[in-house]
């Protein structure tokens, strides 16, 4: 049961333009979402997140939409780079009680964009 | 500060046998999770723990195991490795409550021949 998805497995964007990620999840007790970066032979690297109480969060050239209602959530990326080119990966989790460490994640959607 | 740290790094095994992997979390956090990656399954959570005991379990058989060492470094083992186990394993650590947010290492990739 995949609870967090992310539908498109690539997208391929031209530089300077606008990459949209979409996520959507179909647990009601998440309420914190989260984005990564991942690339190959490293780690993931936490990007951006976003508390179910705010449907936008703004870092610089990273944007992300939550809308509660449709369970789905969007990373915008303006403007692409080259060197954004990585799997990102959508996760989520029940903030409170005990779940420091346990996230449930997307299967990641591979960014490329072209120069 | 030094970030996570994973080993080994490369492993091969065959099936039946058992693996240990180490992780070091970064200096002053607390809280150790293991997540496994294959191909299409993105990241599946493994376990985590915190000060020494396991607070949450993912959805894996007993054959994988986990502990914590009162330094916060973290060990997890699988026994009896079959072809399926050929993962990336990646630990993360904590050390702010309720975000979410994790700091990865570089991860371990065991492959079962």
């Known amino acids: 049961d995949q609870q967090v998805k992310q539908n498109s497995p690539s997208l391929s964007v031209q530089e300077g333009r606008i990459s949209i990620l979409n996520c959507d999840y179909t647990?009601?007790?998440?309420?914190?979402f989260l984005w990564y970066k991942k690339y190959p032979a490293e780690g993931p690297t936490f990007l951006i997140s976003i508390s179910s109480i705010k449907d936008k969060n703004e870092d610089g050239r990273f944007t992300v939409f939550l809308n509660k209602s449709a369970k789905h959530l969007s990373l915008h990326i303006v403007p692409s780079q080259p060197g954004d080119s990585a799997v990102y990966f959508c996760?989520?989790?029940?903030?409170?009680?005990?779940?420091?460490?346990?996230?449930?994640f997307g299967q990641g959607t591979i960014l490329t964009v072209h120069p | 500060k030094a970030g996570v740290t994973q080993t080994p790094r490369y492993l091969i095994k065959t099936r039946g046998q058992q693996v240990t992997l180490s992780c070091s979390p970064i200096?002053?956090?607390?809280?150790v999770s293991w997540y496994q990656q294959t191909p299409g399954q993105g990241l599946q959570f493994l376990f985590e723990?915190?000060?020494?005991?396991?607070?949450n379990k993912g959805n894996f058989p007993g054959r994988f195991s986990g502990r914590q060492f009162s330094n916060s470094r973290s060990e997890m083992n699988v026994s009896t490795l079959e072809l399926g186990d050929s993962a990336l394993y990646l630990c993360?650590?904590?050390?702010?409550?309720?975000?979410?947010?994790?700091?990865f290492g570089e991860g371990s990739r065991l492959t079962v021949l």
């Open positions: 200096s002053g956090h607390r809280s």
């Open positions: 647990n009601s007790m998440f309420d914190y």
């Open positions: 993360a650590s904590s050390g702010q409550a309720n975000t979410g947010e994790l700091f």
């Open positions: 723990y915190f000060s020494e005991t396991q607070r």
């Open positions: 996760a989520a989790s029940v903030a409170g009680g005990t779940s420091y460490g346990k996230l449930t």
